[in-house]
């Protein structure tokens, strides 16, 4: 009995070593596994999920207002919601993804948070893509509102001013073709033709001449110079003598239809509302459910499509249309260019009355929201990729060489109240000078960069300096009176290439 004593006794220690030591790896083995539940937890869930309480102000059960937050919270909400504006202008209400981008709108704005409405619609790529860009500029970034428009409140008694068109007189010609004397040098066939820069200097002359204004064809055998239209939309153009219009090529924009209830019958039936675009853009607006019905119009837009585009840069060949309204509707008397992200929201001929007739101008263009010198607008330019840097010092070199100073408000503001101007809203009278201030300033466009806020105030002031006692009557009137006429969107996101 006592050996059974003495051997029992010895052998419990070993059983509690062995015990202990399994009982430690068993510990060891749970530590490590609820180590990497948690990991993995905070991975796909975040780290604040479960302190949710402290982030809406609770603390030891005490509720607090953190009215800084609240502020900086509904600041970026402001952002969002206008950029799910427009998405849904680019999808449409009816499509899928336009449905369930408005049923998270209204989930985002009943929770008040940024973040939520970022997870529900993270397949959209314009959301996630502008959100940490505005986020970070929330509170620097300055508000520009519209101001009060003092239109007529009809268009049933406007009436053209008499003699409204007795400005400047004198008679343009154009380039339409460009010959070679020596057959055997090649020539590469240009939209914009090769303008010497002799040329350039004489037609800045208010006086008769012919000059270069796009749309020149190359000698006989060569390829065509682009912007190609069709016969039936050509003699449709050549009809118009009120014109709207506007442009996407590329892809590179949504199609936003002016405001119908804003627009009056008679502006209806005898205004022509022409978008410009691609065949590449046609197809993707009517893959978004954009059709153009059997007159070729959707809604008030005439449908315009452009072959065989003359500019490898989209930006470029949009200054076309935006330029260059006289050589596109001939017996055009007026033209309003309206910027792809603007929707109109005013009657044609009210802004015809308000910026043109009443104020005895020929030209109307607002000045820039936010920069008024040249030396900015490089500045602003480079800063942001918007084109080649070198091609950008190159002319603006060459600008300073002939002239072009820094904009002082104490001396120039008679002269212009801008140097920069904000492009994407221009109302015109076809006069001779209006029609040769476009041409001179898409040749810059067209012999420089596509950045037409860098070539205005030179064009302008190298016209004005050369004409003395030919004025050319230009409105730049306010950016606030822009953003009234129109409803002012996002462009689509595209990367800013390079060039």
């Avoid at 996407?248 to 978008?275: A, E, W």
């Avoid at 009137?477 to 595209?494: N, P, S, T």
Wanted: charge should be positive; glycine fraction near 6%.
């Amino acid at each position: 009995m006592g050996s059974y004593g003495i051997i029992g006794d010895t052998s419990r220690p070993r059983r509690a070593r062995r015990l202990g030591r399994a009982w430690k790896r068993r510990c060891s083995l749970w530590l490590f596994s609820l180590s990497l539940l948690s990991l993995v937890y905070l991975a796909f869930f975040g780290a604040r999920l479960p302190f949710d309480s402290l982030h809406h102000g609770h603390v030891n059960g005490k509720f607090f207002a953190n009215e800084v937050e609240k502020s900086k919270m509904r600041h970026a909400n402001d952002y969002i919601s206008e950029d799910i504006d427009t998405l849904l202008e680019g999808q449409g209400s009816h499509t899928s993804l336009g449905k369930e981008i408005s049923v998270n709108k209204s989930k985002f704005q009943n929770l008040g948070f940024a973040s939520d409405i970022k997870n529900n619609l993270s397949h959209a790529r314009a959301d996630s893509q502008l959100e940490g860009s505005k986020h970070s500029r929330a509170k620097s970034r300055k508000r520009h509102v519209p101001c009060e428009v003092g239109f007529a409140e009809s268009v049933d008694n406007l009436v053209e001013p008499g003699n409204y068109l007795n400005f400047t007189k004198f008679s343009l010609e154009y380039i339409t073709k460009e010959e070679t004397s020596n057959k055997n040098v090649v020539i590469e066939p240009r939209f914009g033709g090769h303008q010497t820069l002799e040329q350039r200097e004489k037609s800045f002359y208010a006086r008769n001449q012919t000059i270069y204004c796009g749309f020149v064809q190359a000698p006989e055998g060569y390829r065509g110079t682009g912007f190609d239209l069709s016969e039936k939309d050509g003699e449709y153009m050549a009809s118009c003598i009120v014109v709207v219009s506007s442009c996407i090529f590329g892809n590179s924009d949504f199609l936003r239809r002016p405001t119908s209830s804003k627009i009056g019958t008679y502006s209806k039936k005898n205004v022509c509302f022409m978008m410009f675009l691609d065949e590449l853009t046609l197809k993707k607006l009517s893959s978004e459910g954009h059709v153009p019905d059997d007159m070729g119009n959707i809604g008030l837009w005439r449908i315009i499509v452009v072959k065989n585009l003359p500019y490898a840069d989209m930006r470029k060949t949009g200054k076309v249309p935006k330029f260059l309204s006289h050589r596109l509707f001939p017996s055009a008397r007026y033209s309003i260019w309206i910027d792809s992200k603007m929707r109109l929201h005013a009657d044609p001929m009210l802004i015809l009355e308000y910026f043109l007739w009443r104020t005895r101008s020929e030209y109307a263009i607002s000045n820039h929201y936010d920069r008024h010198c040249v030396w900015e607008e490089v500045l602003q330019n480079k800063r942001l990729n918007k084109y080649n840097h070198t091609v950008i010092d190159e002319q603006f070199m060459f600008y300073q060489s002939d002239g072009l100073l820094k904009f002082n408000e104490s001396e120039h503001s008679s002269v212009l109240p801008s140097f920069v101007p904000e492009g994407s809203f221009i109302v015109r009278a076809h006069t001779p000078m209006s029609n040769l201030f476009s041409c001179l300033w898409f040749n810059e466009v067209n012999r420089f960069t596509s950045r037409d806020q860098l070539s205005f105030a030179y064009t302008f002031l190298k016209l004005k300096r050369m004409n003395p006692g030919r004025p050319f009557y230009l409105n730049m009137f306010k950016d606030c009176e822009r953003r009234a006429i129109g409803k002012l969107f996002h462009h689509k996101l595209v990367d800013n290439p390079v060039l």
